[in-house]
């Protein structure tokens, strides 16, 4: 039989013939240079072997100071330049470099020159010169970088005041997706894995954790030590240092918070993600990267989780809600196989982490809750992603699963719905194609199996896909029909295919002939105020509940009878659910401008500091007519923002142009690992009332200098106390 010749889109953009035996073995990595756009390092130069990171946290002056030691290997000719990749608020002191001497001779020691250049307004490219005459291809050397970073947008210093206890100040750090440049020099690329160690000294009373599988504190030296010995990319190495105290909630489980919130973080979770953990393991093969720890985050956390190894970050603010707290720890546990184990190699196929882990999310959810919830959530879900959609028109580009970043665009900017939700149908539709679910489950496994602590390109799960059902690759060459993989990735729109939900309608209906009842603009009879009474929402789901008002909000603006209506009949039963259910309504209110209820939207400001619940709110008061309200109530809340969201409301706010959007937008579910993209931190907000933010300093921070000498720490497999 001839060989099928198909076209297959390589990672670096070009168009290559592979032929259909590369399904057995063949890897797109080895078949054309990958290229990251979104880095500036020479990665393909070197391999890293480890790195090792020794910092002192100041918390009165918001720095972490210290050093950073790369084992790097070159691993190509006549390199002589190790190109990394760092940012404006990252100052280098010194640079070093150790060679290992040959048999018999010393270690060689070498001081290095370097240059910061320009590269794109989310990051710099550090080039340290390296000397011909002991640089040699696969010979071992030790990089040693000395420096001190700020308030770059990796790192989030928060004052007590910003915290959940207001007790003590906390900092924190975001890497997703290429802000941990600003926390390390490194080859900021999810192409590029290693193990990594660190030393963390801290003032006393403070805990430090890190995305480590071990770590050890020693009480006299007040220093954290760590330990990763699972390969990383560099966007998934995280710290967090605060008052922080912890629970365990299971055999490799423990949840840490501020005290003042851990009881409520330990009821809420109790002892499921031990069985969600299970769930995962039986579908997807072991869990492995030993612990699986959770920590609560103050409400400044940027995003609503990060899927950081052995130690998820998860902001506070959803503990208001168990189903949307449940879904996103479940994702989460999902990318310890998807993401963290397996990596997309680019961020121009982020759909290989989040596709694929929304899958394995609603496989988990499935077999723990049953068939009917997760096609609530999935319906949920859906109706967001089609609503943008709408928004940005079937041609947007950003709708590709392949998308195509343009030089100096940052990707976490382009995380949207369908890296998710469109990923997730992909998916869903290879499944389909198998015609086993549970088949596909063991396909899963078996990939994770081939490319574990590897990072992967498209063409890598499709050809895999394809050797693992070679009836499939067969069936196409026999028919001359292709299985439309080039489509899935590459055309802009919809999913072309959608899994079937209809398990689903004993949640989804209610929600469905509820919102019938109400009308729509093209009936203008009044509602059955009869009819709508014999629906309890009060009885309904979370996601019941949101999924109705989502479906309200669709069809505002509504007649002014018909909220009245509305606020008479849910307004007080709604004013007392979670945030997410009266985010929703409150944005019903301001796009109706519905005075009579504006009263629970100061109140709502007042109380939630979080970006996921402050900004559609502003956007939508700007957006209509509510502007003059917006800026009071920002002037009253302003003081208890992050400096970050502080800007991004200013933006909304102020700007003569382009700030308000959401007259012709909906705000979207929030999302289990969307990176928000940080506005820059180095340049001053606009003025308004007496200014909070401190001065910039204007003189450059100190160098590090060396700690004191300190003895062996034996490391735990856990996370640890101070």
Not at 292 to 303: G, M, Q
Not at 366 to 381: D, K
Request: proline share 8%.
């Amino acid at each position: 039989m001839a060989e099928l010749q198909r076209p297959t889109l390589c990672c670096c953009r070009k168009v290559l013939t592979v032929p259909s035996k590369s399904c057995e073995g063949g890897r797109a990595l080895g078949q054309c240079r990958l290229v990251d756009i979104a880095s500036a390092s020479n990665f393909h130069s070197f391999k890293l072997r480890h790195f090792h990171l020794d910092l002192h946290l100041n918390f009165a002056l918001k720095r972490m100071t210290g050093w950073q030691v790369l084992e790097l290997v070159p691993i190509q000719p006549g390199v002589q330049t190790l190109v990394l990749d760092t940012h404006p608020s990252l100052h280098i002191h010194s640079i070093d470099c150790k060679v290992p001497g040959a048999a018999g001779s010393p270690d060689i020691f070498l001081s290095l020159t370097y240059r910061v250049d320009p590269f794109t307004d989310y990051g710099s490219s550090l080039n340290i010169s390296l000397p011909a005459t002991v640089i040699r291809p696969h010979r071992a050397l030790q990089i040693t970088i000395r420096y001190t970073t700020t308030d770059g947008p990796a790192i989030w210093w928060l004052d007590a005041e910003l915290t959940c206890g207001q007790t003590r100040p906390l900092v924190f750090t975001q890497g997703h997706s290429v802000c941990n440049r600003s926390f390390f020099p490194c080859f900021d690329t999810p192409a590029v894995k290693s193990t990594y160690s660190a030393a963390v000294r801290v003032p006393e009373g403070v805990t430090v954790l890190m995305s480590a599988s071990r770590s050890a504190y020693s009480k006299s030296d007040r220093v954290f030590q760590f330990s990763m010995e699972f390969p990383v990319p560099a966007y998934l190495v995280a710290l967090v240092a605060g008052d922080l105290q912890h629970a365990d909630i299971g055999p490799r489980s423990r949840v840490w918070a501020e005290p003042c919130i851990l009881p409520c973080a330990v009821s809420k979770l109790g002892g499921s993600v031990e069985r969600w953990l299970a769930v995962a393991e039986g579908l997807f093969g072991p869990y492995v990267w030993g612990r699986y720890d959770i920590v609560f985050l103050p409400p400044s956390f940027p995003i609503v989780a990060m899927e950081n190894p052995c130690l998820t970050f998860i902001i506070s603010s959803i503990l208001e809600s168990r189903e949307f707290l449940l879904i996103d720890v479940i994702h989460e546990i999902a990318h310890g196989w998807f993401g963290n184990a397996v990596t997309n190699a680019t961020w121009e196929e982020m759909w290989l982490s989040e596709g694929l882990a929304t899958y394995a999310q609603r496989r988990i959810t499935t077999e723990a809750y049953g068939e009917a919830f997760t096609c609530l959530e999935t319906v949920f879900r859906l109706d967001a992603l089609h609503r943008q959609m709408r928004l940005l028109g079937d041609n947007s580009p950003v709708s590709k699963l392949q998308a195509k970043f343009e030089p100096g665009v940052n990707p976490s900017s382009l995380m949207n719905l369908f890296t998710y939700e469109k990923g997730f149908c992909f998916v869903s539709y290879l499944s389909q194609l198998c015609g086993d679910i549970k088949r596909f489950d063991s396909f899963l496994r078996a990939y994770i199996e081939k490319f574990k602590f590897s990072s992967v390109v498209a063409q890598d799960l499709l050809d895999f896909f394809l050797g693992f059902f070679p009836e499939l690759k067969e069936s196409c060459v026999s028919q001359r029909e292709g299985l439309e993989f080039e489509r899935w990735l590459n055309e802009c729109g919809p999913p072309l295919f959608e899994p079937d939900l209809s398990a689903g309608e004993v949640l989804t209906g209610p929600v469905q002939r509820l919102c019938d009842l109400w009308g729509s603009p093209d009936t203008p009879e009044a509602p059955d105020t009869a009819a709508i009474a014999t629906f309890d929402l009060s009885s309904w789901s979370t996601f019941q509940t949101v999924l109705f008002l989502d479906r309200l909000l669709d069809r505002s603006p509504l007649p002014h009878e018909v909220m009245s209506q509305l606020s008479q009949c849910y307004s007080t039963l709604l004013d007392g659910m979670n945030a997410e259910v009266r985010i929703r309504w409150l944005q019903i209110v301001v796009r109706n401008s519905f005075y009579p209820d504006l009263p629970c939207v100061r109140s709502f400001l007042l109380k939630h500091t979080s970006r996921m619940y402050t900004v559609p709110l502003y956007e939508d008061l700007c957006g209509g007519v509510m502007k003059c309200f917006a800026v009071e109530v920002f002037y009253q809340t302003q003081a208890r923002l992050h400096p970050n969201l502080r800007r991004t409301l200013q933006q909304i706010l102020f700007q003569t142009s382009g700030g308000a959007t959401s007259a012709s937008s909906t705000a979207l579910p929030a999302l289990p690992c969307t990176a928000a993209p940080v506005l820059p931190t180095d340049g001053p907000p606009p003025v308004l009332a007496p200014p909070i933010l401190a001065p910039p300093t204007t003189s450059p921070p100190p160098a590090p200098t060396d700690p004191p000498p300190n003895g062996t720490i034996a490391l735990r497999d856990v996370n640890v106390s101070a």
